[in-house]
């Protein structure tokens, strides 16, 4: 099954969205396999966004999300990494769309409240960063065969 890596960021944690966000994953139908809440270490920060890290909004990005602890994890479903990506919105939650997580829950784009993985590249390359094997669960959800036809 597919897998992403998606990420409530410091913002999301102090407005108490978790659980919102993981309600809404779930009544979807996706499974999350990991989860941990932690302060991310530096040395993984700049990993995770290394793509990012010439641009200049590179050092208040990495402030934002060493401002306070993050909430990580994997899920998978069927094509998760797309499925997630439309639920979560554009990066600007003042451009996003009614109904999706940061056009509900955001005001401006240095503060989205939640990391997706953008592609399924991308989703192993995160989760490798931030997850050990060991710490990803594998199981089978009972409502499955109501799921996927
Ligand atoms: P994404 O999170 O929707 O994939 P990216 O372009 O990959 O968006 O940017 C990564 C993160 O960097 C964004 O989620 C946001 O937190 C931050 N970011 C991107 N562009 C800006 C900007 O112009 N100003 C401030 N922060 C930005
Ligand atoms: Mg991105």
């Known amino acids: ?21 993981i309600s809404r994953f779930e009544n979807k139908g996706l499974k999350m396999v990991a989860g941990k809440f932690e302060r991310i270490p530096e040395e993984r920060v700049m990993r995770h966004y290394a793509e990012h890290a010439a641009k200049p909004f590179f050092p ?50 240095g503060m989205n409240v939640i990391h997706g993985s953008d592609s399924p590249a991308t989703a192993e390359r995160e989760i490798a960063i931030h997850f050990a094997p060991e710490e990803i669960a594998a199981y089978d959800r009972i409502d499955e065969q109501y799921l996927y036809e």
């Open 1 to 21: 099954m597919d897998r992403t890596f998606l990420m409530v960021k410091p913002d999301g944690v102090q407005r108490a969205l978790i659980g919102e966000i």
């Open 60 to 109: 208040g990005l990495k402030a934002y999300i060493m401002s306070g602890p993050c909430f990580l994890m994997v899920w998978e479903g069927k094509n998760v990494v797309a499925v997630t990506r439309a639920m979560i919105g554009a990066t600007n939650p003042a451009e996003a769309a009614p109904g999706t997580i940061r056009g509900d829950f955001g005001m401006e784009i």
